[in-house]
């Protein structure tokens, strides 16, 4: 069980870092990267729910679009198939959080291990159809440019369910999946006044860019902090408005945590206001 494993979780020590790999000739400083261990419960939030419904639930509304966009890329010899062995009555398991457990860092290992919770929970309502829980679909960085340097190496991206495909069905994926709202990629340089880097939401004709990716490819959690200067919201805000719905342009925000702020500091990131 998740609970006995994550039992005395300040002991507990998973992933690993790997260098980044210079350029020829290139004799910079060597930057690092987690690669953390990543843990679900063994018993699913949901053990057996249909795509259609898990669609509805976590307001992921092309998920099975982007589930069977992701098997034709990925399983190329049952391409013509996906369609018809993956629809919206097809039940899978799923998960409202993972945990991602880096190694101490090699360029600050006295700071010990760190924990990332992701979560996609969504709202849960009483009995007189008001919100008794917010929902909460966590931001995070998927490490997808493997040549580029420090931040850049990452695409920010708002988990809205974690889920695996039934046994049946494992000869065409048989790892945890994510599907995900995608951000663009961090702006090249940090927004002067603030020292911080930006990102915007990633949109096709309007509409919020989504796509299904191994879990594995989370690599920590993150904070995108709202460029209030340019939000300007068509209706009042009220206390469970999805402000990163709503916004379109985002900080990422290092001080969200020791562990991130330590990370951009050590990639040269960490920015300064001039």
């Given at each position: 069980m998740l609970d006995e494993f994550l039992g005395d979780t300040q002991k507990h020590v998973g992933g690993r870092w790997e260098p980044e790999e210079h350029a020829d000739g290139d004799q910079g400083p060597e930057l690092w990267h987690s690669h953390p261990e990543l843990v679900v419960a063994k018993t699913p939030t949901d053990a057996r729910i249909k795509l259609g419904d898990l669609e509805e639930c976590n307001d992921s509304p092309r998920l099975l679009t982007s589930l069977t966009k992701y098997l034709k890329n990925t399983c190329p010899d049952f391409k013509a198939q996906v369609s018809t062995l993956v629809t919206a009555?097809?039940?899978?398991?799923?998960?409202?959080?993972?945990?991602?457990?880096?190694?101490?860092?090699?360029?600050?290992?006295?700071?010990?291990?760190?924990?990332?919770?992701?979560?996609?929970?969504?709202?849960?309502?009483?009995?007189?159809?008001?919100?008794?829980?917010?929902?909460?679909?966590?931001?995070?960085?998927?490490?997808?440019?493997?040549?580029?340097?420090?931040?850049?190496?990452?695409?920010?991206?708002?988990?809205?369910?974690?889920?695996?495909?039934?046994?049946?069905?494992?000869?065409?994926?048989?790892?945890?999946?994510?599907?995900?709202?995608?951000?663009?990629?961090?702006?090249?340089?940090?927004?002067?006044?603030?020292?911080?880097?930006?990102?915007?939401?990633?949109?096709?004709?309007?509409?919020?860019?989504?796509?299904?990716?191994?879990?594995?490819?989370?690599?920590m959690t993150c904070h995108l902090a709202p460029r209030y200067n340019r939000f300007q919201p068509d209706t009042t805000l009220i206390q469970y408005s999805d402000i990163l719905q709503l916004c379109e342009s985002f900080y990422i925000n290092i001080f969200a945590s020791y562990f991130l702020y330590e990370l951009f500091r050590h990639w040269g990131q960490a920015g300064s206001v001039a």
């Open positions: 009555a097809t039940k899978v398991q799923s998960w409202s959080r993972a945990r991602l457990f880096h190694a101490p860092s090699p360029f600050k290992p006295s700071e010990g291990p760190h924990i990332d919770v992701i979560r996609a929970q969504p709202a849960k309502f009483d009995r007189f159809d008001r919100v008794s829980k917010p929902a909460r679909f966590d931001t995070v960085l998927i490490m997808d440019k493997s040549r580029r340097v420090g931040i850049h190496r990452y695409t920010p991206a708002r988990v809205r369910a974690i889920f695996e495909l039934p046994k049946d069905l494992h000869h065409l994926s048989n790892e945890k999946l994510a599907y995900v709202d995608l951000f663009y990629s961090p702006s090249p340089i940090p927004e002067p006044d603030v020292g911080l880097y930006t990102t915007t939401r990633a949109q096709i004709d309007g509409v919020r860019k989504s796509a299904v990716i191994p879990l594995s490819s989370i690599k």
